[in-house]
Structures are given as C-alpha cells and as structure tokens.
C-alpha cells in the first residue's frame, strides 16, 4: 500500500524559505509522478508543481515560477518542495500527491491523475 507523509510545513516570515518533504512508501518514488497542490480553506485545490517518472519538472502559477523547485531523491524514496521568497499568498495547507499510471506523467497538473495523496502541511507566511 502506497503511503505519502508530508513535513516541513510552519510559520515563516514573507521573504524567508521552508523545504517541504513528501516521504513515499510502499512504492518507488521513481516510477511516480509527484506532484505538490495546495488549498486555502474554502478555496479550490492548486497545482503548484510535479515531477514527472522520468524526472522532468512543471510548475504551476506564474507565481510560483522561479520561487519554487521540486526535486526527488530516488534514494531516500522523497520528494522535496524548495519554497524561496515566500509571500503572504503562499498561505495553504500544501499536499503532495503520487500516480503510477501512464497519465499521471502525461497530465501531471490534474488533480485526478493521482490516486494517492498525503495528509498536508500547514504553511502559514506571515507579514
């Protein structure tokens, strides 16, 4: 059974960074496509990034563009979320989620393309 655990998640100043961790388990992290989303409370869920089984990359908002990167380290069966220069609207509960279907890769911004996810993290940008 495939599990997904996130950490990394706090209280961070505008302008500071955090590292998100998604820490796979019961399937390789290599023949995924993982992805990160984030909900504000009463808001629809966001894509904000993913990396595709053949460890290519896309992000999601302009906003997050050049500020973000994901990452995956095969050997630790992880995939990380480097949030730099944090903004106030970077606020959400950040979900990291994994598909090991052919679709997953090839569509990799949907939410549907994922058939396990993670319980979130809070991550809170204050002023």
């Known amino acids: 059974q495939v599990q997904l655990a996130e950490s990394g998640g706090g209280l961070v100043q505008a302008g500071g960074s955090l590292r998100l961790s998604c820490q796979v388990s019961g399937r390789s992290v290599s023949s995924a496509a993982v992805a990160w989303f984030r909900q504000v409370s009463g808001e629809a869920r966001e894509f904000v990034a993913a990396i595709r089984r053949r460890g290519s990359s896309v992000y999601g908002t302009d906003s997050v563009k050049g500020r973000f990167t994901i990452s995956r380290e095969s050997d630790k069966n992880a995939v990380y979320l480097q949030m730099n220069s944090l903004k106030l609207d970077d606020t959400a509960v950040y979900y990291c989620?994994?598909?090991?279907?052919?679709?997953?890769?090839?569509?990799?911004?949907?939410?549907?393309?994922?058939?396990?996810w993670g319980q979130g993290t809070q991550v809170t940008v204050s002023s």
């Open positions: 989620a994994a598909g090991y279907r052919g679709d997953s890769s090839s569509y990799p911004t949907f939410a549907a393309s994922y058939d396990y």
